[in-house]
């Protein structure tokens, strides 16, 4: 008789199920800011990071489009082995001005620039400080490098200051990394006092603006910017797939940062360049961020009515700012149900459960665009109040 040596499997997922944990993708249909079909419906889609509707502006898919035709859709090969095109090329420069900063380094998505960055900056020897609700890339990242991982309570930046004071000369390179904006809470990290810290030891900091570029800041730079302190932080990291509306990721920094980068992050190294056309549509994205602000101060003003309207209903709120608002509900079919509520009225709203929250902290995350209008948050307050009875 044949062991079946995946047998495992079916255990893992028969636990997974039991508590409500088994997830599954979901096929939507055609997509317009802010609205998604599925099943033949037409929903409100509360669930994207397309913060500032431009995924499906027509201007970037035209520049997309435009660039699939110059250049093909694949790049064909990493950056270093086959060079890569002219988009890219522009799109770099174009993310540096936009950032502030000498270079950029692009990467194929958000993930693989902070897992690559942090892998080519520390190894054995060295240690990497984290908030304990950093995003999974900049765990695996540290775990991916070697280095001594020390985690530290959410936001605490004395806690952390006091671990580096215990571990001082205890390693060869210390890096602190951080979220800008907490995916799921929707809170600013303190950077301000992280990056006081950093350089009062001489430790390396790294900022993740995945949910902050585009939407926080004078100029869209994201939390470093809006909180005042972006030139003091050495390691900037961006996504294009959430508010840029595109896909891929880079890091902001110097010029011998980034020459660093391109020749020693792993997932740049060994990956194909982004799609042309990813590139192109990112260009018009960055385009569209410069020159219509009103778009991030529109979504920051659906974040605040959305939290005040369900403050006002008696809601549990966190003290949040910007697209991302969480309603906490604790319990996984608690939160299900009322995700299944929402659903039957219309609205797509996240139902986030464990692994991705800790246990206990089960909850709607509600996502706004700037694709939205104040009817359709005055209406999900309203269905949250009617159809989610006693929560």
């Avoid at 709120?317 to 995700?339: C, F, H, K, Q, Y």
Wanted: charged residues 25%; aromatic residues 6%.
């Amino acid at each position: 008789m044949t062991l079946d040596p995946l047998a495992w499997i079916d255990e893992v997922a028969e636990a997974r199920s039991r508590p409500n944990l088994q997830r599954s993708i979901v096929t939507h249909g055609a997509a317009t800011p802010g609205w998604i079909e599925r099943d033949g419906r037409r929903l409100v889609d509360f669930c994207s990071n397309d913060y500032l509707g431009l995924a499906g502006d027509p201007r970037v898919i035209a520049a997309g489009v435009d660039a699939a035709r110059l250049y093909g859709w694949g790049a064909g090969a990493s950056p270093l082995v086959s060079g890569w095109r002219g988009v890219h090329q522009a799109l770099a420069e174009e993310l540096a001005a936009f950032e502030g900063t000498e270079a950029v380094a692009v990467f194929p998505s958000g993930y693989a620039a902070n897992l690559g960055t942090i892998a080519s900056l520390v190894g054995s020897g060295d240690a990497v400080y984290g908030d304990r609700l950093n995003h999974s890339c900049l765990v695996q990242g540290a775990r991916l490098s070697g280095a001594s991982l020390r985690v530290f309570p959410h936001r605490d930046h004395g806690r952390l200051a006091d671990l580096l004071e215990r571990d001082r000369g205890r390693f060869r390179r210390t890096l602190i990394a951080t979220d800008g904006v907490f995916s799921m809470d929707g809170y600013l990290a303190p950077i301000p006092e992280l990056v006081a810290i950093a350089e009062r030891f001489g430790a390396m900091l790294l900022v993740d603006e995945a949910h902050g570029t585009g939407v926080f800041g004078p100029e869209g730079r994201g939390a470093s910017e809006a909180l005042g302190v972006a030139g003091r932080v050495p390691i900037r990291v961006g996504t294009l797939s959430k508010a840029i509306g595109s896909v891929g990721g880079f890091v902001a920094g110097s010029r011998r940062l980034v020459d660093h980068l391109n020749n020693h992050a792993p997932t740049l190294v060994y990956s194909t360049a982004m799609p042309p056309a990813a590139a192109g549509a990112a260009r018009e994205a960055l385009r569209i961020i410069r020159e219509e602000p009103w778009r991030r101060e529109r979504v920051q003003g659906l974040g605040r009515r959305l939290r005040e309207g369900l403050r006002g209903i008696g809601l549990p709120v966190l003290e949040s700012e910007g697209p991302i608002v969480p309603v906490i509900l604790g319990e996984v079919d608690r939160t299900m149900d009322a995700a299944a509520r929402l659903l039957a009225s219309g609205m797509l709203v996240a139902a986030i459960r464990p692994p991705t929250v800790p246990r206990g902290t089960a909850r709607l995350r509600i996502s706004l665009a700037a694709s939205h209008d104040e009817r359709q948050v005055d209406r999900l307050i309203e269905a949250l109040k009617a159809e989610c009875p006693g929560i």
